[in-house]
Structure formats: structure tokens, C-alpha cells
């Protein structure tokens, strides 16, 4: 991982309740100590962001969202905003999760907008890409992946990724049990790598790059074990404090 910090990173999309999260949250605490070679993040839905904050404060895992609104404040009925997400400790914001583009209709430009003002409230966005299935199938991952690459880069400009990490996450391994073969991620990865590199070299070598899709903890270690992947994005997994606790350790 040649000197970049591992992340692992827990989505935890729209499960539990407050009785669930808090168990998990106590016992994630708990199962990682004070201190982690690898950085830890929990991202709860909106509402438990709070008792995070208040369960893992002084621990050594931080907390983020799993989305926020492009604009700081005013009438958005129903939205939340970075400011919002800072307010509560965040340190990381999720913004173009594929579950947002396919099922809450989030265009590149969206996304490219919510990473801009995630980085603008202070916070680190986690920048989801990723192919489907029928687009791996015809060859067009790399092409797929620089697209949502590039939009972000245009707006935003290669100097906001010392700011921010991407997560690779192919759409077909998602919530499917079908995890992307190490070989196949790291081919992915270094694609993004070389693909920002070519813009700056210092910025590609210094950017964690996740994988996310169906990580365990049977297959963690070998998937964090490429040289490219710098941890990962767990959904899932992250719900079961033990099995999140093996991953983490994975990557440590
Ligand atoms: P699973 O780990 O459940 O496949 O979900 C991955 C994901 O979407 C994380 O953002």
C-alpha cells in the first residue's frame, strides 16, 4: 500500500434502529481500542449520526454521511447539508454511491457538485465509481470509470483529490455475494491510479483508493493485499460488529 493509510469504511445504507446501532457502535468501540493502524469510519443513516458521535468520540474510529445536499443552506425541504454533517463531527461524506445514481437518479454533474460541496463544509468525500454488470460485459469499465472520473475532475479541479478518497465499486457486486476477484479490482485500481497520475503524480500516489462490493471478512485480507487497494467500502458486512472487526483487521 506503499505508505498511504488504510481506510475501512462501513456504509451501513438504511438499516437498524437506535437500539441496533448503538450495540454496534458500543462494540465496535469496544472490539478496536484505542488506536488502529488502519483509519476506521462508520457511516450510519442520518439520524444515528448523532449517537455515533457521542458513542465513538475519543475512540479511533470517526463517523461520516452517506449523502448530503449540494447546497449549504436555505429552503431544501427534506435535505441535509455538509455544514449539518460537520456540525455532528463528521470527518467523511459518501457521495455518488451507485444505489444514488441508479435509484435517485444522480448524474455525474450531481455528484460532481456534492464533492464539491462536501470539501466545501470541511468534510472528505468518498467518491463511489463503478460499472454495472452489462458494462463490464461489453468492455466499457475503464471507459465508465474515467467518465465519473473526469467530471469530478473537471469541476473540481486534480488538487481536491489531496482531500478526498475513491471508492472502486463495481455495480454487479454490490449486496450480491459476488465480490470482484482480487486481480480484477486491482486492475481497476491501477487504472484510476495511472488515470489521475497522469494529471499528478505526487496527488495519485498519495490517494487511497477502496474497493467496495461484497467484502467479508473471508475475503478482505486478499482483496486489501493488491497493491492498489487501499482498504474498502463494507455494506453489509459492517452491520455484524465481529465480521466488521475481521476486516478491520485485514487491513491493519
Ligand atoms: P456490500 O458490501 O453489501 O456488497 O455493499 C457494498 C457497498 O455498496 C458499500 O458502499
Redesign the pocket.
Given at each position: 500500500m506503499s505508505g498511504r493509510r488504510p481506510l475501512v469504511a462501513g456504509?451501513w445504507k438504511m438499516h437498524g434502529n437506535r437500539a441496533s446501532s448503538s450495540a454496534l457502535l458500543s462494540t465496535l468501540r469496544s472490539g478496536v481500542g484505542a488506536k488502529a493502524q488502519a483509519e476506521i469510519a462508520v457511516c450510519p443513516p442520518y439520524l444515528y449520526i448523532p449517537l455515533a458521535a457521542e458513542t465513538l468520540k475519543g475512540s479511533a474510529i470517526v463517523w461520516g454521511g452517506q449523502n448530503l445536499d449540494v447546497h449549504s443552506s436555505g429552503a431544501y425541504t427534506g435535505e441535509i447539508a455538509g455544514a449539518m454533517l460537520r456540525d455532528h463531527g463528521c470527518t467523511y461524506v459518501?457521495v455518488g454511491?451507485?444505489?444514488r445514481r441508479a435509484l435517485y437518479g444522480e448524474n455525474d454533474v450531481l455528484v460532481a457538485e456534492k464533492y464539491a460541496a462536501a470539501q466545501a463544509a470541511g468534510l472528505i468525500p468518498i467518491l463511489?465509481v463503478g460499472e454495472t454488470l452489462t458494462e463490464r460485459e461489453s468492455s466499457q469499465t475503464e471507459n465508465v470509470v474515467a467518465r465519473q472520473l473526469d467530471t469530478v475532475i473537471e469541476k473540481n479541479g486534480i488538487a481536491s483529490f489531496t482531500k478526498a478518497v475513491v471508492?472502486y465499486?463495481p455495480v454487479w457486486?454490490?449486496?450480491?455475494g459476488k465480490t470482484a476477484t482480487p486481480e480484477q479490482a486491482q486492475a481497476v485500481h491501477a487504472f484510476i491510479r495511472a488515470k489521475l497520475g497522469k494529471l499528478d503524480r505526487n496527488i495519485s500516489g498519495g490517494v487511497r483508493i477502496l474497493y467496495?462490493?461484497?467484502?467479508k471478512g473471508s475475503n478482505a485480507k486478499e482483496l486489501f493485499s493488491q497493491p492498489d487497494i487501499d482498504g474498502g467500502?463494507?455494506?453489509?458486512?459492517s452491520l455484524q460488529a465481529e465480521e466488521f472487526l475481521t476486516i478491520i483487521r485485514a487491513a491493519d
Amino acid at each position: 500500500m506503499s505508505g498511504r493509510r488504510p481506510l475501512v469504511a462501513g456504509n451501513w445504507k438504511m438499516h437498524g434502529n437506535r437500539a441496533s446501532s448503538s450495540a454496534l457502535l458500543s462494540t465496535l468501540r469496544s472490539g478496536v481500542g484505542a488506536k488502529a493502524q488502519a483509519e476506521i469510519a462508520v457511516c450510519p443513516p442520518y439520524l444515528y449520526i448523532p449517537l455515533a458521535a457521542e458513542t465513538l468520540k475519543g475512540s479511533a474510529i470517526v463517523w461520516g454521511g452517506q449523502n448530503l445536499d449540494v447546497h449549504s443552506s436555505g429552503a431544501y425541504t427534506g435535505e441535509i447539508a455538509g455544514a449539518m454533517l460537520r456540525d455532528h463531527g463528521c470527518t467523511y461524506v459518501i457521495v455518488g454511491h451507485s444505489e444514488r445514481r441508479a435509484l435517485y437518479g444522480e448524474n455525474d454533474v450531481l455528484v460532481a457538485e456534492k464533492y464539491a460541496a462536501a470539501q466545501a463544509a470541511g468534510l472528505i468525500p468518498i467518491l463511489c465509481v463503478g460499472e454495472t454488470l452489462t458494462e463490464r460485459e461489453s468492455s466499457q469499465t475503464e471507459n465508465v470509470v474515467a467518465r465519473q472520473l473526469d467530471t469530478v475532475i473537471e469541476k473540481n479541479g486534480i488538487a481536491s483529490f489531496t482531500k478526498a478518497v475513491v471508492a472502486y465499486e463495481p455495480v454487479w457486486a454490490i449486496g450480491t455475494g459476488k465480490t470482484a476477484t482480487p486481480e480484477q479490482a486491482q486492475a481497476v485500481h491501477a487504472f484510476i491510479r495511472a488515470k489521475l497520475g497522469k494529471l499528478d503524480r505526487n496527488i495519485s500516489g498519495g490517494v487511497r483508493i477502496l474497493y467496495g462490493g461484497s467484502v467479508k471478512g473471508s475475503n478482505a485480507k486478499e482483496l486489501f493485499s493488491q497493491p492498489d487497494i487501499d482498504g474498502g467500502l463494507i455494506g453489509g458486512a459492517s452491520l455484524q460488529a465481529e465480521e466488521f472487526l475481521t476486516i478491520i483487521r485485514a487491513a491493519d
